[in-house]
């Protein structure tokens, strides 16, 4: 059984859609504002999501774009204004269509069997397997963008998993900041290094259970860092 999420804040539209989808044997939970909605689907197991676009606290595009940051699951974003169907284009936030209120739920019910299905033969299309990369309890999915240590799954942003999977398939490769900087910023000005040194640190508490004695990323002192295996 598919599981979806509703992301809205209206009951009366929340309880409809759900309705709707329940009936075509969805199990559905549904989130009444932008945070706890956000929060639920990055815990949760969902297949696809059903985002609002006005919210309360953090908005549709913030949820989006912080979402699309760590999943990869399809977004149906629900706006009442056709302007803003534009802007969520415009701003590129990966959302897998839209759809204007008011809208039947039948419609909304064939959209979101429609981009399961697109999902599903995407997803099961790939019959090769994940590249992985497992150093001591370290699991670095680089297909589907996850990191775990010792089995317990951590959230990383797109530049944290970029950072922490350019060291790991380079070890005992000492990098500088400016160097890396440049590979995983993709610039070609110097820029602000410290964004290197703050992003280590934050793999690091993810990752290691002495962030003081690291045992994966080390600091090789006026040079930069060295991924150990
Ligand atoms: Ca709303």
Redesign the pocket.
Known sequence: MSRILII???EA?ADLEKDYLELSDFAVDVCSDGESGLATALEGDYDLVIL????PGMDGFEVCRLLREKKDIPVLMVS?KKDDIDKIRGLGLGADDYITKPFSPSELVARVKAHLARYERLVGSGVKPNEVLEIRGLRIDKTARRVSIDGEEKNFTTKEFDLLAFLAEHPNHVYSKEELFRRIWNMDSVGDIATVTVHIKKIREKIEADSSNPQFIETIWGVGYRFRV
């Not at 609002?52 to 919210?55: A, E, F, G, T």
């Open positions: 809205e804040d209206e539209i609002d676009l006005m919210l009442a």
